[in-house]
């Protein structure tokens, strides 16, 4: 992977007025389309509850997008390890991971949703102690170790992966969501994983103004865990980014959708105390435009804002569009094919020669025009 790498990051979220099926066929178009603009991985969640978030199975649905898709990296985003026994993940990964020709990424986490975890028996006060203890055990698994370990939560007795990795033991990539705490990076290290971490969340503030500079705040945790961290290690940015014809107008195409999901879900089914007023709601979503939590302008202002994200961030660095649908499942397509038409090449390098071709070209233009305008005279080629 190059230094600098794109990549969008699907969210399990779908608006609970529309056919689950239906939302269902939307992603899959949605990551089919993302393979075909080019990007290089597409990151699907997994969650239990809240009739918003009904996607329960990221392997799954990676499962059946490997045939309809050619180089896309597939990233669990993420599996919640304290829902999972060890064993289960490592051999479901490893097996997607043939099944996409090794295009294949475990991200994890803790998981989010208590109503998840009270479902199924995990404690959230033990979570974490118990997240710590199931990654240490998939990555032994992967790394091709055949493990014993009794913890408060599971047990594995002489346990070994029958399938490895298409590439060899080790070769699967663990990525850790992360806020970058100090015993988030300490993890990090001491599990040799790389971070996943949200410029700003999906709800963006509790209230209007609690976070007035979220890119300045995480820059200064990248610059602690890259402190600390071995060198060339890979940071995982998600961001939204809408392209507009001017960041008002952008507001105003993402509103509706923004209150949405603030009200319904965050508000009123995970309890979050998220004023519910219109005004609340705008004031909030400006915010995030104006200190860059979110990136919203037209495609200059687009480029520009996330260059500066990823020069601060410092390479090597993946930058993944956050797309949680705040507007139209066809305005969302189209959102993504500008993003990587327009944004990425420009981002990448992808329009410099002919940049330079134009420049090289329209500096000679006089000269060269005097003597096509001889050759057309003398009865050359027309």
């Not at 056919?19 to 603009?37: K, Q, T, Y």
């Not at 099944?99 to 028996?121: F, K, N, P, Q, S």
């Not at 660095?317 to 500008?338: D, G, I």
Request: some cysteine.
């Amino acid at each position: 992977m190059h230094s600098k790498a794109f990549g969008c990051f699907l969210p399990p979220f779908h608006d609970p007025s529309v056919s689950p099926h239906a939302s269902l066929r939307r992603d899959i178009e949605l990551s089919v389309l993302a393979d075909d603009l080019g990007f290089d991985e597409i990151w699907l969640g997994e969650h239990h509850s809240s009739g918003w978030s009904t996607l329960s199975s990221p392997e799954m649905l990676m499962a059946a997008l490997a045939r309809e898709t050619r180089r896309i990296r597939f990233a669990t985003g993420v599996i919640p390890l304290p829902y999972h026994h060890p064993l289960h993940v490592a051999e479901r990964i490893v097996l997607l991971d043939h099944l996409t020709a090794g295009r294949a990424i475990l991200g994890v986490g803790t998981g989010t949703y208590v109503h998840d975890m009270e479902m199924i028996g995990v404690d959230p006060a033990t979570v974490r102690d118990h997240f710590r203890a199931a990654l240490e055990t998939v990555q032994a698994l992967l790394n091709g170790e055949t493990v014993n370990t009794t913890t408060p939560w599971f047990t594995v007795k002489k346990a070994v992966l029958q399938l490895q990795p298409l590439r060899g033991a080790g070769a699967i990539e663990t990525v850790v969501a992360s806020s970058l705490s100090p015993a988030g990076i300490e993890l990090l290290t001491d599990t040799a994983t790389t971070p996943t971490v949200h410029v700003a969340p999906p709800w963006g503030s509790i209230r209007p103004g609690m976070d007035p500079d979220p890119v300045g705040a995480l820059i200064e945790r990248v610059d602690s865990y890259r402190n600390k961290s071995a060198g060339g290690t890979r940071i995982r940015c998600n961001v939204f980014v809408h392209i507009a014809d001017s960041p008002a107008a952008g507001i105003e195409e993402l509103l509706e959708g923004f209150s949405a999901l603030r009200r319904g879900l965050y508000r009123n089914t995970l309890g979050m105390p998220i004023p519910d007023s219109p005004v609340a709601h705008r004031k909030t979503l400006q915010n995030l435009v104006d200190t860059g939590g979110f990136i919203v302008g037209d495609t200059a202002t687009c480029v520009s804002r996330i260059r500066d994200l990823m020069d601060r961030v410092g390479d090597p660095v993946s930058l993944n569009f956050f797309v949680p649908r705040w507007v139209s499942h066809k305005a969302t397509l189209e959102q993504l094919t500008a993003l990587a038409h327009e944004v990425v090449p420009a981002l990448a390098g992808g329009f410099d020669g002919t940049a330079e071709s134009i420049r090289l070209t329209s500096e000679e233009a006089g000269r060269q025009l005097k003597s096509r305008t001889e050759l057309v005279g003398n009865g050359g080629d027309k």
